[in-house]
């Protein structure tokens, strides 16, 4: 089973899941199944009333922005963050390399607490215009941060505490995001 967290602001949102994975084509030190936590900041929009005034509204979450994936190899020591990196920018649907940062990969909830506090410098180290964004987005982003990162550390505690087979045993990507 695999957990999903949304945050929706006016323009954007955080998406929060677990992640089992196993990449099919691993660069050199990268190999071995992945188990952790990823974040992205994601475009949302929302959709004309499919009814009455009273009816929910459509609410799409479109494209990334922005990545953190907080991982660890699963034949690794829990708490080591050995494969924790982030995608500064992204190619439409696609991220970019892994960049490996000592900060995240040391003080991961700290780093990502800055980080979201921070949507301007996101923006603008993922190459995305501010204007893209709402003042409500730079306000609320700031504002649920703390509980963000709350979400985040205890997502990464399941995590911890399942099979290191994945997900129903499995071994394949298991995840929302």
């Known amino acids: ?88 920018g992204l190619d439409g649907w696609e991220p970019g390399r892994r960049v490996f940062d000592k900060g995240l990969s040391q003080e991961p909830l700290k780093w990502l607490a800055e980080h979201l506090a921070d949507l301007e410098g996101v923006l603008d180290r993922a190459g995305v215009q501010r204007d893209e964004v709402s003042p409500a987005d730079v306000a609320g982003l700031r504002e649920r941060a703390p509980e963000i990162v709350e979400t985040v550390g205890r997502l990464l505690d399941t995590v911890r505490a399942q099979s290191p087979e994945g997900p129903a045993g499995t071994s394949v990507r298991a995840s929302w995001l």
């Not at 954007?12 to 990449?23: E, L, P, Q």
């Open 1 to 88: 089973m695999t957990v999903l967290y949304l945050f929706g602001f006016d323009r954007i949102g955080v998406a929060v899941s677990d992640i089992y994975f196993v990449d099919p084509e691993p660069l050199p030190g990268q190999e071995g199944a992945e188990r952790g936590v990823r974040l992205e900041l994601r475009y949302l929009e929302a959709g004309e009333l499919k009814g009455s005034i009273y009816s929910a509204r459509p609410i799409a979450v479109d494209r990334p922005l922005w990545r953190v994936d907080l991982l660890e190899s699963v034949e690794g020591t829990p708490g080591s963050f050995d494969r924790t990196h982030h995608h500064p």
